[in-house]
């Protein structure tokens, strides 16, 4: 078989999600180069990620280069990756997830979420971690930071704020796990669907036997199967980057326990239910808590969130 051509964003932890695919390949036989596209997402950086339009905004460069064959396959982290695809592309594969929780890191001392008798300011772009610390967390204000883990870094020590919110995952693979000061619970700040793991997306004109291959090679099941019911929740919610909405699958014995929600945009409203159901139809279980959480209130959240977005 010819070189697999692994399409990536050029930031260090979007090229060590490339290597790790890599090294996957690797391990079946498989050989392969890396190939480095710039996305909109990572051009502007002045800008919130919602106000850009969150549709495609770290995958629309990396899917032409596959439709035209330039690559292969395409690496992102899952959680970036839209609730629906554009016709034309499918994800085949997750790798194994990594710890799903949020943290806290910091160069500085003595950070506590829950003393409101200190001021704190914590960096973020995500709309779930702000409207979830307004949730639970009133007294902390947040501030938008964007760009790779590196500038955010530099920015937070340069006095943009004093941690930053971020997922363990990144933090972990970058290798800046002596910098966390607190790591978050997952009943409170429920990761965004996908939140870990890195998927592998391909148009749907690859060759059959190269795409097992690739199947085979990169796929965890146990993870696959979580990410399947965490997606069909977030294809039901249309959630993409800018909307806070929630979900995070376990497994237990022969179940798949789903639990997500969605929260206001102001913190005020807060819903998260859980539903349990068979390992055979992960799918179904996703379309079932979305159902549920629209039928507690979630439908008016979304779209109040929505209308205010697109004021």
């Known amino acids: 078989m010819r070189k697999v051509k692994i399409g990536t964003r050029g930031s260090k932890l979007a090229l060590w999600q490339a290597y790790h695919v890599e090294d996957l ?113 009133p007294h902390v204000k947040t501030v938008e930071v964007r760009g790779n883990l590196q500038t955010r870094i530099r920015k937070m020590e340069e006095g943009l704020c004093d941690a930053l919110l971020l997922a363990f995952a990144g933090v972990h693979r970058m290798g800046y796990d002596d910098q966390i000061v607190e790591e978050l619970s997952l009943e409170e700040f429920t990761p965004a669907v996908g939140q870990g793991s890195v998927a592998i997306e391909v148009a749907t004109i690859l060759d059959s036997e190269i795409k097992n291959q690739l199947i085979q090679a990169c796929n965890h099941q146990e993870t696959s199967l979580k990410l399947r019911a965490e997606r069909a929740y977030l294809r039901v919610l249309e959630g993409g980057c800018s909307i806070p909405v929630f979900a995070l699958a376990q497994t237990e014995q022969d179940q798949l326990i789903l639990k997500g929600g969605i929260v206001s945009l102001d913190g005020a409203e807060r819903i998260i239910l859980e539903v349990k159901g068979s390992l055979e139809n992960p799918e179904a279980i996703g379309q079932e808590l979305a159902e549920k959480v629209f039928a507690a209130g979630g439908k008016k959240i979304l779209d109040q969130i929505k209308s205010t977005l697109n004021s």
């Open 25 to 137: 390949l690797k391990k079946s036989g498989l050989e392969s180069e890396i190939v480095i596209i710039d996305t909109k997402g990572d051009q502007i950086l002045d800008v919130s990620i919602s106000k850009i339009g969150s549709k495609g905004v770290f995958t629309q460069e990396l899917e032409d280069q596959l439709l035209d064959g330039r690559i292969d396959i395409a690496v992102h982290s899952a959680k970036d990756m839209q609730s629906n695809l554009p016709e034309g592309f499918e994800i085949i594969a997750f790798t194994e997830r990594e710890k799903e929780n949020d943290v806290l890191l910091s160069h500085k001392k003595g950070i506590n979420l829950k003393d409101a008798s200190q001021p704190l300011v914590l960096g973020t772009s995500s709309t779930r971690r702000v409207a979830t610390l307004k949730h639970f967390y």
